[in-house]
């Protein structure tokens, strides 16, 4: 089952989920609209490398917004800090934002429960788009689980800002160099 967007308001007020800040205009019929966060990561070396860290670089959006490019994979995050310990959320781009050409979080929409945290977004423009900090950019629903709940504890708890890709680390434990 999908909540609501009266469920959602419930739930976000009797602590169900969390989301901060929390704006009653930008709930929907079925979902919550978050915001383009400030902060934009891209990839610095030629090849990316899943086996070790990958250097960025940061850029900062201005009021003015900043151009996003065709072929250039941009990591942003959501300006809302977005979590539940009880239901399962999805988080898909809004169909205004793909209907300018931008690729919004295509490959891992899905979030644990029991993470907290700014959401990173996998932004991937078709053609030169221009975006703002605080713009709507993507939508969360929340879904009903089944079954016992183990926390997610991962490696983006409480995330801030875009995070680079860990991948690297689950390799660590598996004895993969």
């Known amino acids: 089952m999908i909540l609501t967007g009266p469920e959602i308001r419930t ?13 009653p205009d930008q709930v929907n019929p079925n979902s919550y609209n978050v915001r383009l966060g400030p902060t934009l990561l891209t990839y610095t070396d030629p090849v990316i ?9 940061e850029i900062t959006i201005g009021h003015d917004g900043y151009v996003l490019r065709p072929d ?11 979590g539940s310990d ?23 929409p899905i979030g644990d429960i029991g993470f907290h945290g700014q959401w990173t977004l996998m932004l991937s423009p ?15 629903m ?12 991962g490696k ?14 689950d390799l660590l434990g598996a004895g993969v160099s």
Request: no cysteine; glycine share 10%.
């Open 11 to 23: 739930a976000a007020q009797d602590g169900r989920i969390r989301i901060s800040p929390f704006v």
């Open 86 to 108: 009880t239901f399962v959320p999805l988080l898909f781009g809004r169909s205004s934002v793909g209907r300018l050409g931008l690729f919004v979080e295509i490959t891992a």
């Open 49 to 57: 490398d899943a086996h070790r860290s990958n250097a960025t670089r």
């Open 126 to 140: 078709v053609r030169a788009l221009r975006v703002y900090p605080g713009m709507k950019i993507g939508q969360i």
């Open 156 to 169: 983006y708890q409480a995330s801030v800002g875009p995070q680079a890709s860990r991948y690297w680390r």
């Open 142 to 153: 929340f879904f009903v689980s089944a079954g016992a709940i183990a926390p997610y504890r």
């Open 72 to 82: 250039e994979l941009y990591l942003g995050h959501t300006l809302e800090e977005v």
